[in-house]
């Protein structure tokens, strides 16, 4: 689903705690300055003293907070990894039957694809990414656990006899392609939109994937 955390782990709230006020306060301006700058100009095109100069601290309360961009970037993909944690919250493949999570999850994606942090970040992974290969590979933790759930979910619903899923890796791409051809693509190609309404891309998309995926309920023998 187009995105938890894989070997990035969020700081532990005691251990949060136990940074003094002052210290976390910079280094959230850090990572804010970071964000704004990364988004706006790559990754590659942002030094360590314009990232001190733009969250307003000293270059070594700069260096005391994180010793490089990339671990600078890595906090980044801590805030993504908890957007994609709050949109799948625990529990999410089991809110209805099986057409009901499909919308549900199909609502999520949408939602999260109008996202400027997200979508912002995404562009910069994808400019990125040939000069800094470890970016797409880091990126790919954080979104790579939310298709393996999905993936989960359609091979559960094959196991129970709901879905026909002979590969239910292949199926969770196709469902999240279908979205993605909506809202993801033709804003990366500069576009704001098909002008297509949310209600319908989710209704046509779940109708036209389950068409194909659900299993036929056979008859009582007579």
């Not at 990572?31 to 704004?36: D, G, H, K, Q, Y």
């Not at 989960?152 to 051809?181: I, K, S």
């Not at 990366?188 to 309404?197: E, F, N, S, T, Y």
């Not at 319908?200 to 036209?208: F, K, L, N, R, Y």
Request: include cysteine; glycine fraction near 8%; hydrophobic fraction near 45%.
């Amino acid at each position: 689903m187009s995105v938890g955390a894989g070997s990035a782990k969020a700081m532990p709230p005691r251990a949060r705690q136990q940074i003094p006020a002052r210290r976390w306060g910079s280094r959230e301006a850090i990572v804010n300055a970071a964000e704004r700058l990364f988004l706006e100009r790559g990754y590659g095109s942002v030094s360590m003293d314009e990232l001190a100069e733009a969250a307003g601290v000293a270059r070594r309360t700069l260096y005391n907070q994180f010793a490089s961009k990339e671990e600078i970037f890595r906090e980044m993909l801590l805030r993504v990894s908890r957007q994609f944690e709050a949109a799948f919250p625990p529990g999410i493949e089991t809110q209805g039957d099986v057409e009901d999570v499909l919308r549900l999850i199909a609502r999520v994606i949408l939602d999260l694809h109008k996202h400027p942090e997200y979508l912002g970040f995404l562009r910069m992974v994808v400019a990125d990414s040939r000069q800094f290969p470890w970016i797409a590979e880091e990126f790919a933790a954080v979104m790579d656990p939310q298709t393996e759930r999905l993936t989960r979910f359609f091979a559960d619903m094959t196991g129970v006899g709901t879905l026909d899923c002979r590969n239910p890796l292949l199926a969770a791409h196709q469902f999240m392609g279908l979205l993605n051809e909506f809202s993801l693509w033709p804003w990366m190609m500069g576009r704001d939109g098909l002008g297509i309404a949310d209600k319908d891309i989710v209704e046509e998309t779940v109708g036209m994937f389950l068409q194909h995926y659900r299993r036929p309920i056979c008859p009582p023998p007579e």
